[in-house]
């Protein structure tokens, strides 16, 4: 999975709107806070209110401000929205599924369904308002996931 520029840009847009919550920002503020062009940022709210995360505002002082409480915002599920499975390839996903001619005896499926498995073990327990409080930290202790060696090389 890799994130582009759009969902970069719209979390970059949910964060500065979550750090002036209920504040109506201007799309020209927003451009000059995240450095994303108007013209980009325009589509990326259009689209980040049409999926119920932010509201808008006409007029002179009109702009865009957060519709959800940032509590409620789950980025997880705002990328997936925003950038479709986060599975690194097809025969891993879940909502994307696809199969592939060696996937019986492949030996690189366990790898791709793990990384699947960890992206979206931090990003579905992770809020717009752990973001804006700094809550991400590493996983510790039964959190951690870990490759499990049956044999091979050890780290004694």
């Known amino acids: 999975m890799k994130v582009s520029s759009k969902g970069e840009y719209a979390l970059r847009a949910l964060l500065l709107l979550g750090n002036h919550e209920g504040k109506v920002m201007g799309i020209q503020e927003i451009s000059e806070k995240t450095l ?53 390839m097809s025969c891993a996903s879940i909502t994307k599924y696809e199969p592939c001619a060696l996937e019986a005896g492949c030996q690189l499926k366990p790898l791709w369904t793990l990384i699947r498995e960890t992206i979206a073990f931090v990003l579905e327990r992770t809020t717009l308002d752990d973001l804006l409080k700094n809550r991400i930290s590493t996983l510790k202790g039964d959190d951690l996931i870990v490759v499990e060696r049956t044999s091979g090389p050890t780290s004694d």
Do not use: C
Not at 40 to 59: A, D, F, I, P
């Open 36 to 88: 994303v062009s108007v013209h980009y940022l325009e589509q990326l709210l259009l689209q980040l209110k049409k999926l119920g995360y932010v509201t808008s505002k006409r007029g002179a002082k009109g702009g865009y401000m957060l519709h959800m409480n940032a509590e409620d915002i789950n980025i997880g599920e705002v990328i997936r929205k925003l950038e479709g499975p986060l599975s690194p």
